[in-house]
C-alpha cells in the first residue's frame, strides 16, 4: 500500500487561499490517480478533484472548478491542492486519497480509492 500524509489545512477568511499537500511514499507504482475529498460535519464524504500520474489529467467537480488546482511534483511525489476564492461552505476535513484504477474523470468514486491519508481541517470563517 501507499503511505499518504496530508499538510497545510487551517484558518482562513472567505475570499483567501490555502495549499493543501499530499505526500506519497511506499508502494506508490500500483497507484494511478490520487484524488481529493472533503468532509464537512454531518455530510458524507464527496470527491472533490482528482488527478491521474499518467498524464496528469485532471477532474473538477462542479463545487470547486475555477477555485481550486491539483497538480503534481513528480520529484516529490507530492500532490498539491491549490485552493483560492475559499468560500464558508468549503469547511471541511480535506483527506487526499490514491487509487489503482486508472481513471480521474466526472463522478469522483469514494469506494475506487483504498489507500487514504489521515485528513486536514480547512475552516473557513470571518
Known amino acids: 500500500q501507499v503511505q499518504l500524509v496530508e499538510s497545510g489545512g487551517g484558518l482562513v477568511q472567505p475570499g483567501g487561499s490555502l495549499r493543501l499537500s499530499c505526500a506519497a511514499s511506499?508502494?506508490?507504482?500500483?497507484?494511478?490517480?490520487i484524488g481529493w475529498f472533503r468532509q464537512a460535519p454531518g455530510k458524507e464524504r464527496e470527491g472533490v478533484s482528482c488527478i491521474r500520474i499518467s498524464d496528469l489529467s485532471t477532474h473538477y467537480e462542479d463545487s470547486v472548478k475555477g477555485r481550486f488546482t491539483i497538480s503534481r511534483d513528480n520529484a516529490k511525489n507530492t500532490v498539491y491542492l491549490q485552493m483560492n476564492s475559499l468560500k464558508p461552505e468549503d469547511t471541511a476535513v480535506y483527506y487526499c486519497a490514491a487509487t489503482p484504477y486508472n481513471y480521474c474523470g466526472p463522478g469522483i468514486v469514494t469506494a475506487a480509492y483504498d489507500s487514504w491519508g489521515q485528513g486536514t481541517q480547512v475552516t473557513v470563517t470571518s
Open positions: 511506499g508502494s506508490t507504482a500500483v497507484y494511478f490517480a
